[in-house]
């Protein structure tokens, strides 16, 4: 699976698993929904700092987060 994918499927499955809408979550992590929409549909791949701030949101570690990715790719 290419790594854009592996990445929205992640952030989408964890975003949805918390119960938080797009908008709900890019507020949490200081970003706009239009963003997350991009990374969750594969057109973007976010920054570190986006990944950063999204594990915690999860309460994972950044290495936690990546690991998750990584097991889809």
């Given at each position: 699976m290419p790594?854009?994918?592996?990445v929205a499927e992640t952030l989408r499955e964890l975003r949805q698993k918390k119960g938080v809408s797009q908008e709900k979550?890019?507020?949490a992590?200081?970003?706009h929904q239009v963003y997350i929409s991009e990374i969750e549909n594969?057109?973007?791949i976010p920054s570190?700092?986006?990944l950063y701030k999204a594990a915690h949101y999860f309460d994972l570690s950044l290495s936690e987060f990546t690991a998750l990715i990584e097991k889809k790719i």
């Amino acid at each position: 699976m290419p790594i854009n994918n592996a990445v929205a499927e992640t952030l989408r499955e964890l975003r949805q698993k918390k119960g938080v809408s797009q908008e709900k979550f890019a507020d949490a992590i200081d970003s706009h929904q239009v963003y997350i929409s991009e990374i969750e549909n594969g057109k973007k791949i976010p920054s570190l700092t986006t990944l950063y701030k999204a594990a915690h949101y999860f309460d994972l570690s950044l290495s936690e987060f990546t690991a998750l990715i990584e097991k889809k790719i």
